[in-house]
């Protein structure tokens, strides 16, 4: 079992940045892959981002390539979403999810995990 919390979202301005943290505890952190899902109002959870876990892939939406990064600390037990150039659309709530496999995924059901969000709003 891996027990996921979110932190670090809130209220920013469009065009600023967030970093939103997510730490994990339980089984070895390193023994899975991680990814970032959001869900705005009255929408289903997308995919973000994932990161496999070691840190050597990585794989973004297109709504977010190139203004987020996705990375990760295993020693710290921490995955990281540094947000850039943020737009009204980016407003969600965000949830890091993590699978027990290497490889990098982008759909809600390939993840076993969930922490339970952090909300982020930007404004215009």
């Known amino acids: 079992q891996v027990q996921l919390v979110e932190s670090g979202g809130g209220l920013v301005q469009a065009g600023g940045s967030l970093r939103l943290s997510c730490a994990a505890s339980?089984?070895?952190?390193?023994?899975?892959?991680m990814g970032w899902f959001r869900q705005a109002p009255g929408k289903e959870r997308e995919f973000v981002a994932s990161?496999?876990?070691?840190?050597?892939?990585?794989f973004y939406a297109d709504s977010v390539k190139g203004r987020f990064t996705i990375s990760r600390d295993n020693a710290k037990n921490t995955v990281f979403l540094q947000m850039h150039s943020q737009k009204p659309e980016d407003t969600a709530v965000y949830y890091c999810?993590?699978?027990?496999?290497?490889?990098?995924?982008?759909?809600?059901?390939?993840?076993?995990?969930w922490g339970q969000g952090t909300k982020v709003t930007v404004s215009s």
């Open positions: 999810a993590g699978h027990p496999f290497s490889d990098v995924r982008v759909t809600v059901r390939q993840y076993n995990y």
């Open positions: 339980g089984r070895t952190f390193s023994s899975y892959s």
């Open positions: 990161i496999s876990w070691r840190g050597g892939a990585t």
